[in-house]
């Protein structure tokens, strides 16, 4: 079975791209994947050492992603780019992580542009030899539009689409890359 893991980048409880990230997760389901989610607002993961081999939760959280066939990165936008969270994450990923691994991206902004974010998410995961997939989720006000709690829901139609769609072509992809 093809599985899915996704990734939140954000430390908030109540946290938009967390809940996004559910609903692409659940179109994932739907399409018949496996599915679990690293909410890195709950882990221990110090920061990043490279002299350090295993730290906090580091070991299992790069095995859930070396094991995934596809993931979806989310991430709130700060300064313009992705979380410092979600960058100390990622910092303790290499390739060996993605290989052969389809990766969609999400970014959720308060008020601002999530443009220059998705590049630095493309940018970062091609060098670590990742398939990042062509569609993308940008959602601008995130707030107004993505419901936080027990059942995460998106309220605008677009949007909504647009995130489930994301869900469905990482597994699509994932089959692919798995052969």
Request: net charge negative.
């Given at each position: 079975?093809?599985?899915?893991?996704?990734?939140?980048?954000?430390?908030?409880?109540?946290?938009?791209?967390?809940?996004?990230?559910?609903?692409?997760?659940?179109?994932?389901a739907?399409?018949?994947?496996?599915?679990?989610?690293?909410?890195?607002?709950?882990?221990?993961?110090?920061?990043?050492?490279?002299?350090?081999?295993?730290?906090?939760?580091?070991?299992?959280?790069?095995?859930?992603?070396?094991?995934?066939?596809?993931?979806?990165?989310?991430?709130?936008?700060?300064?313009?780019?992705?979380?410092?969270?979600?960058?100390?994450?990622?910092?303790?990923?290499?390739?060996?992580?993605?290989e052969?691994?389809?990766?969609?991206?999400?970014?959720?902004a308060?008020?601002?542009?999530?443009?220059?974010?998705?590049?630095?998410?493309r940018s970062?995961?091609?060098?670590?030899?990742?398939?990042?997939?062509?569609?993308?989720v940008?959602?601008?006000?995130?707030?107004?539009?993505?419901?936080?709690?027990?059942?995460?829901?998106?309220?605008?139609?677009?949007?909504?689409?647009?995130?489930?769609?994301l869900?469905?072509?990482?597994t699509?992809?994932?089959?692919?890359?798995?052969?």
């Open positions: 079975m093809t599985r899915i893991v996704a990734v939140s980048g954000s430390r908030s409880a109540d946290s938009t791209t967390r809940a996004a990230l559910s609903v692409a997760l659940d179109a994932a739907d399409a018949g994947a496996e599915t679990g989610m690293i909410d890195l607002g709950t882990v221990d993961l110090p920061l990043y050492h490279p002299a350090e081999d295993v730290q906090g939760d580091s070991e299992r959280l790069t095995r859930l992603v070396r094991e995934a066939d596809g993931v979806l990165a989310g991430t709130p936008v700060y300064h313009g780019s992705y979380s410092s969270t979600f960058k100390n994450f990622h910092d303790f990923c290499g390739s060996d992580e993605y052969n691994t389809a990766v969609g991206l999400l970014a959720t308060g008020g601002g542009s999530y443009g220059g974010t998705l590049e630095h998410l970062t995961f091609r060098n670590v030899h990742a398939w990042t997939v062509p569609h993308e940008g959602i601008q006000g995130a707030s107004r539009y993505v419901e936080t709690g027990e059942e995460p829901r998106i309220t605008d139609d677009d949007l909504r689409r647009r995130t489930e769609t869900g469905r072509v990482v699509e992809h994932a089959e692919r890359l798995r052969g």
